[in-house]
């Protein structure tokens, strides 16, 4: 690799450079807004609703997100405005933007893996699985999780950006594959085993009381459902980081190996191969709220409640410039 070498780290497109801010600049906000509403939900709700394990593991991907939101999109932000104005980049900004970058979404996939473990236990032991995580636990394992993020990251160091985004994004995609197949048919097998089951209990129970069994059957229904907006949630997952690496591991090899391309479409490839991976942190919140009814009902009662203590103090406001008025 390294043919896209010849067109240098900058370019002299200004339209590009301006689409790119303006990218940026859109994900700055939506990316840090969606997270930081996430996190404040999860970390105030006192229900056991958010005791699971999945809603913990969304808890640590929200705050990774939320700093790629903060730091690495913003360095992006500040990399194209320099490239339009002409300003050159430094060092310590470029290895603080490819090392943000490598960390925090080093973290989500991590998380996504062990949430992975966690789906499959799901699935398995639906009663275990309940009881939810110590917090101490929870804290424990995301910690385990940066620390290794941290650790894999310093590979950047070794062999550069180019290479180890290339091996980074393609783990990804393939590790992301796999899952999705091994989720799939776990699932299946569990739906099958679930319609056998119930089967035999109608014939068992035809005979007893109707109503107690009517009770568990709806009882058991909702939490088949609730389960399986959550699985469904977890493979949406898969498929956002599918969406955003498996394009990024084609422009990338493309872009390296091509002798005859035009410089113009190197550097557009460049700056879509970064806004495609970003962007991850911004379908994710999108995909939560959209798919965990329980996440969506929190969110807006954050909402309501944020909105509420605002016109308090609006309120306020106005009364102490109404008694001012008054005095003088």
């Given at each position: 690799?390294?043919?896209?070498?010849?067109?240098?780290?900058?370019?002299?497109?200004?339209?590009l450079?301006?689409?790119?801010a303006?990218v940026?600049?859109?994900?700055?906000l939506?990316?840090v807004g969606?997270?930081?509403l996430?996190?404040?939900?999860?970390?105030?709700?006192?229900s056991?609703a958010?005791?699971p394990v999945?809603?913990?593991?969304v808890?640590?991907i929200?705050?990774?997100?939320?700093?790629?939101?903060?730091?690495?999109?913003?360095l992006c932000?500040?990399?194209v405005?320099?490239?339009?104005?002409?300003?050159?980049?430094s060092?310590?900004?470029?290895?603080?933007?490819h090392?943000?970058?490598?960390i925090?979404?080093?973290?989500?996939?991590?998380t996504?893996?062990?949430?992975?473990?966690e789906?499959l236990?799901?699935?398995?032991?639906?009663v275990n699985?309940?009881?939810?995580?110590?917090?101490?636990?929870?804290?424990?394992?995301?910690?385990?999780?940066?620390?290794?993020?941290?650790?894999?990251?310093?590979?950047?160091?070794?062999?550069g950006y180019?290479?180890?985004l290339?091996v980074f994004?393609?783990?990804t995609?393939?590790?992301?594959f796999?899952l999705?197949?091994v989720?799939?048919?776990?699932?299946?097998?569990?739906?099958?085993?679930?319609r056998?089951?119930r089967?035999s209990y109608?014939v068992?129970?035809?005979?007893?009381?109707?109503?107690?069994?009517?009770?568990?059957?709806?009882?058991?229904?909702?939490?088949?459902?609730g389960e399986r907006?959550?699985t469904?949630?977890?493979?949406l997952?898969?498929?956002?980081?599918l969406?955003?690496f498996?394009?990024?591991v084609?422009?990338i090899?493309y872009?390296n190996n091509c002798?005859?391309?035009?410089?113009?479409?190197?550097?557009?490839?460049?700056?879509?191969?970064?806004?495609?991976?970003?962007?991850?942190a911004?379908?994710?919140?999108?995909n939560y709220?959209?798919?965990?009814?329980?996440?969506r009902?929190?969110?807006?009662?954050t909402?309501?409640?944020?909105?509420?203590?605002?016109?308090?103090?609006?309120s306020?406001?106005?009364?102490?410039?109404?008694?001012?008025r008054?005095?003088?």
């Amino acid at each position: 690799m390294g043919n896209a070498d010849r067109c240098g780290g900058t370019h002299h497109l200004p339209a590009l450079s301006v689409f790119t801010a303006v990218v940026s600049g859109c994900l700055i906000l939506s990316t840090v807004g969606l997270n930081l509403l996430i996190l404040i939900t999860i970390v105030r709700n006192k229900s056991n609703a958010f005791k699971p394990v999945f809603f913990r593991a969304v808890l640590n991907i929200a705050l990774a997100d939320l700093f790629t939101g903060i730091i690495v999109d913003s360095l992006c932000f500040n990399f194209v405005i320099k490239e339009a104005l002409g300003l050159s980049l430094s060092q310590a900004e470029k290895i603080l933007s490819h090392l943000s970058f490598f960390i925090f979404s080093g973290v989500a996939v991590i998380t996504v893996g062990l949430m992975s473990i966690e789906r499959l236990w799901a699935l398995i032991k639906p009663v275990n699985h309940l009881k939810g995580q110590e917090l101490w636990q929870s804290v424990l394992i995301a910690v385990a999780t940066w620390l290794l993020s941290i650790g894999l990251s310093m590979a950047y160091f070794k062999v550069g950006y180019i290479k180890c985004l290339v091996v980074f994004a393609s783990t990804t995609v393939v590790f992301s594959f796999i899952l999705m197949i091994v989720m799939l048919l776990v699932y299946e097998r569990k739906l099958v085993l679930n319609r056998k089951k119930r089967g035999s209990y109608s014939v068992t129970r035809s005979g007893s009381n109707c109503r107690s069994s009517r009770h568990l059957s709806i009882k058991g229904n909702l939490s088949q459902s609730g389960e399986r907006r959550v699985t469904n949630t977890f493979m949406l997952m898969l498929a956002v980081f599918l969406i955003s690496f498996l394009p990024t591991v084609i422009m990338i090899i493309y872009m390296n190996n091509c002798t005859k391309c035009h410089c113009t479409l190197i550097h557009t490839m460049r700056d879509l191969t970064y806004l495609l991976v970003v962007a991850g942190a911004l379908m994710r919140p999108i995909n939560y709220m959209l798919r965990l009814r329980v996440l969506r009902r929190a969110v807006k009662k954050t909402i309501s409640g944020i909105s509420c203590i605002a016109s308090e103090d609006n309120s306020k406001i106005s009364e102490v410039s109404i008694k001012l008025r008054s005095s003088t």
